[in-house]
């Protein structure tokens, strides 16, 4: 786990070596009714790993069109069906996942939902997902495709961070914009610079000078009993708005903040909280840390740090409630009145991979979703486990007791998390010891049933994935790699075009190239024959950013040689280390569609042959829906919440109201807070990327329109 730490993230694995010391909590946020928080327990310096290890990621892949029935497209982003998880879901590119389908929603437990935003307070970096798959391997396990393989999520910090502060992620400023209600007050980084310029002119009028020296007692024209009155007149003024909100809550944080120059001083002190206040009001999230099982075919288990006694805490448990757990229904394809691609409602395929970390009971609808860091990785026992759930205690703020007397159909209503379990153990844990609950009879049985089934996937015929367009993909040879592992295996040739009809990389590869194929040559008509260009590799011209991304395209290789060979025009100036390490250049071919005066009837395809291409402009990309969540036979079945602690009120199976089959068409819910289309947390998707890309891919396009 170290070692995986330390490689994806680039900083070391932990803030502290004593395992006793706390390095996380969950407590109440700084920020007025923010609810939950998460806080450093332990100094941290930056650049430094918060926490032990990084947190898992989930793809929800192509849901809208799962949801969407023949009569037109619905979206989770507008409401038009239950799915909260939205309000927690991040960029998948900015995660790693982008490429696991057409459509991805990532959900990153831990740093990944935990965190508020502060924006004057930002002060922790996060970084991409690691793929891995954790040993089960699709051709000798039956767990493949039952755990994510993204996982090793880190987040590290931006600058010092002093022990109690509360830790803060950027969400991006569009998450806050596109939601409605009282996430219209939440101020942004310009809110806190006009802020700043009112904070001035209020010491001016204090005072008469311009001078932050001036701004003491015996200079300033009221007392303190009128500007505590004035600024409560301020803070309360019906009129609200996103810069009054960044006013310090106090005048005297006002005047503090005056004298500082900026609003963040007085902000990072009013945010940190003594490690005696988070003992006592807190939950210690750094008890377990994600290992190999113990358990065959598990995956990661979920290990103790320290000693824990029977009673004590293992990790808190906030919750995302799911009232419907048919919206983690995967349909077949099949084509529609018009020729589309629509779901074929009565073949329900799979499931989102999702579902198997969800606490959910055969008698209801609803699933629950655990978010804090690493409770993911606890593993069911049915005889020798050594923890179990609970309703949490004393976090009022954030968990709603009333809650559990309320129906399922209240909690369809509820947009925003409220409801919290506790892991407990149920006797002594040692340190290094594997924590485990059971999971339940119903998901035991179907586990046994599904091991009494399960049969390998043939390498002969790996088409793993459940999409009818795709069944007759070729396939390389070998076990599966990723295009992570391809893109630092610098020491390894890549192949060329002719290679690869003799020995092919695995079909769940693709390989595109850093290439610029603008040029100054203008068509006044559809040329009769495909334009030909030649030119050597130009870094400055093809390392290019388009937007907040290099300019990624579907390329060949069909040359290799090494350096200093006559073809090479190397002069050994590339600075990366990889680059240094690989010995040899390339020659690619690229082919894209042009078009004359922009116009789309008059497209042609136009040749590129690019020489003196360096290794590091070659990348593998994970081709859609081949990674192991996508088999056809992976396991999917949701963790039972004991009888005694689930209530009889969200028991609804046998409700007239949950036997409906139809999806809520199109302005019968409102979120409470729509997608952003761009940003780092939610999907940077809109109404425009419909729909769904399985007729699309047919006519040869490869991106939706308006996915990054």
Request: a negative charge.
């Amino acid at each position: 786990v170290a070692a995986a730490a330390i490689l994806f993230s680039g900083v070391a694995i932990s803030a502290a070596d004593d395992s006793n010391t706390c390095l996380l909590y969950l407590a109440e946020s700084t920020i007025p009714n923010a609810g939950l928080g998460m806080f450093t327990g332990v100094p941290v310096e930056e650049g430094q790993l918060l926490g032990r290890v990084g947190d898992a990621a989930f793809a929800t892949v192509d849901q809208d069109w799962h949801m969407s029935s023949a009569t037109g497209m619905i979206s989770k982003h507008s409401g038009d069906y239950h799915w909260p998880l939205t309000n927690y879901d991040w960029n998948a590119g900015d995660i790693g996942l982008a490429d696991e389908a057409e459509d991805v929603s990532v959900t990153v437990n831990g740093f990944g939902a935990a965190p508020n935003c502060h924006f004057s307070l930002l002060n922790v970096d996060e970084h991409g997902a690691a793929y891995d798959a954790a040993g089960l391997s699709r051709y000798t396990s039956p767990g493949a495709g039952a755990i994510t393989p993204w996982w090793n999520r880190t987040s590290t910090a931006t600058r010092d961070i002093a022990a109690g502060s509360e830790l803060y992620v950027d969400y991006g400023p569009s998450w806050f914009t596109s939601r409605e209600g009282h996430f219209q007050l939440v101020p942004l980084e310009s809110s806190y610079e006009s802020a700043l310029e009112f904070l001035q002119s209020y010491g001016k009028m204090l005072v008469g000078t311009d001078s932050p020296d001036d701004l003491v007692e015996d200079k300033m024209m009221i007392g303190d009993e009128v500007q505590k009155d004035l600024w409560d007149i301020i803070k309360t003024h019906p009129y609200v708005s996103r810069e009054r909100q960044a006013l310090p809550e106090t005048y005297k944080d006002g005047i503090r903040a005056i004298k500082e120059g900026d609003i963040m001083t007085v902000e990072v002190e009013n945010s940190i909280r003594s490690i005696e206040y988070l003992e006592e009001h807190g939950k210690c999230v750094d008890n377990i840390v994600p290992k190999q099982s113990t358990i065959p075919h598990a995956g990661r288990g979920a290990f103790a740090t320290r000693f824990i006694p029977k009673g004590g805490l293992v990790a808190p448990a906030p919750l995302v409630h799911i009232a419907d757990k048919s919206k983690a229904n995967m349909y077949a394809e099949k084509k529609g009145p018009t020729g589309n691609i629509i779901r074929d409602e009565e073949n329900i395929v799979h499931k989102q991979i999702i579902l198997n970390y969800c606490f959910g009971h055969p008698n209801s609808t609803l699933l629950l979703f655990p978010y804090s860091s690493n409770v993911v990785y606890i593993n069911h026992h049915s005889t020798e486990y050594n923890a179990k759930l609970r309703w949490t205690n004393g976090f009022d703020f954030y968990h709603h007791k009333d809650w559990l007397e309320k129906s399922v159909d209240f909690l369809e209503d509820q947009w925003t998390a409220g409801l919290m379990l506790e892991y407990v153990a149920t006797r002594d844990i040692q340190p290094g010891e594997e924590v485990f609950i059971d999971y339940g009879e119903e998901w035991q049985n179907a586990w046994d049933e599904h091991v009494k089934k399960w049969e390998p996937t043939s390498k002969a015929s790996d088409y793993n994935n459940m999409t009818w367009w795709t069944n007759e993909s070729e396939t390389g040879n070998g076990d599966p790699i990723t295009a992570y592992e391809m893109n630092i295996a610098d020491h390894i040739p890549i192949r060329t075009w002719s290679e690869q009809q003799i020995n092919p990389y695995p079909h769940s590869l693709a390989m595109q190239c850093y290439v610029n194929t603008n040029h100054d040559a203008e068509y006044l008509f559809v040329p009769k024959t495909t334009p030909l260009y030649r030119r050597p590799f130009d870094e400055d011209t093809d390392m290019v950013m388009d937007g907040d991304d290099y300019k990624l395209m579907n390329c060949q290789v069909s040359g290799r040689y090494e350096k200093g060979e006559v073809n090479s025009s190397d002069d050994s100036s590339d600075d990366d280390e990889h680059q240094h390490n690989h010995k040899y250049l390339y020659v690619i071919e690229v082919v894209v569609e042009k078009t004359v005066d922009d116009d789309n009837d008059s497209s042609f395809l136009e040749r590129h042959i690019i020489t003196d291409v360096p290794w590091n402009a070659i990348k593998f990309m994970e081709k859609h829906y081949t990674s192991d969540v996508f088999l056809k036979n992976a396991f999917r079945h949701e963790m039972k919440l004991p009888d005694e602690i689930f209530p009889k009120s969200w028991m609804n199976f046998g409700e007239e109201q949950k036997q409906k089959k139809a999806v809520p068409q199109k302005g019968e819910r409102r979120i409470l807070a729509k997608e952003m289309k761009k940003g780092k947390r939610g999907f940077n998707c809109d109404k425009s990327c419909k729909p769904r890309l399985s007729n699309i891919l047919l006519k040869g396009r490869q991106r939706k329109p308006g996915v990054k």
